[in-house]
DNA sequence: CATACGATGCTGGTTTTTTAGCATAATAAT
DNA sequence: ATTATTATGCTAAAAAACCAGCATCGTATG
């Protein structure tokens, strides 16, 4: 059985792993730091604690201080965090979540990165077969 | 400005959203149906009426029940919730996350879709132009 | 009519979350 | 060496969330 990591966060916890994601790692003064409604240092290490015990973080002493990473890797938390989206909003079609993707941003993308799009298609077609 | 609605959901809050985000339109009953944790009915309705006086949802009287309803609208509900999940796990990249989609999903999409995927970067491609 | 059913309004209490404060240890600077 | 700075460990308590129960009202059914 896989490690259990309690998967209940409380919203101030969701919060602060989601600084921990974006950051890949953070010290308590970074989370507290990037936090918009940033509660005091001590809560924050509190929270932290708690995140730890929980088992969704874990910590390196460097130095000093301690520095907090995910237990759960980058990769895997967002694919949860995309099918939780893909079975909320759009009834679990790829096709309507691609499209918002493209909608929400479209004026952003290069041609360049509109290639490599069309080459991934290209590709997972290939694969299909 | 806007009309408030008070960003600052719990988990169980959050998670009766997802429930009528899912269903478009739900009763109290229904709401405690989808639950996977379910507490009491009488949760369930607190809840409601918390969340409706934050600004979140609005119900209609349906004869003897309230059915409840998002004030956000769909679209731009997922709109928001994409961006959030494209800021916090990919770096603000389109590419990216609609990479990490397809991989995702790649066994389960017809030709058909990725036919509609295909014209859809073709197009955002002309639009940027 | 009356009574069973299913809904809502409201209220109080328990549990969880969130927070700050204080004591202590390590590091760096004067 | 002393002192200032910046960490952590721990604890208690304020705040918020969560929940269940009871009273009430309307509708339908016998």
Redo the contacts with the bound molecule.
Sequence with gaps: MAKETNA??????REIMDVIYRAGRA???EVLDQLA?P?????????L??LEEKGHLR?EEE????VFAPTVPRARARQSALRQILHTFFDGSTEQAVAALLDLSSAKLSDEELDRLSRMIADARKEGR
Excluded: I, Q
């Design positions: 209940k966060l409380s919203r101030r916890e010290t308590a003064a409604d509660p005091s240092y001590s809560a924050v290490r509190a929270l604690r708690v910590h130095g000093p201080r301690y």
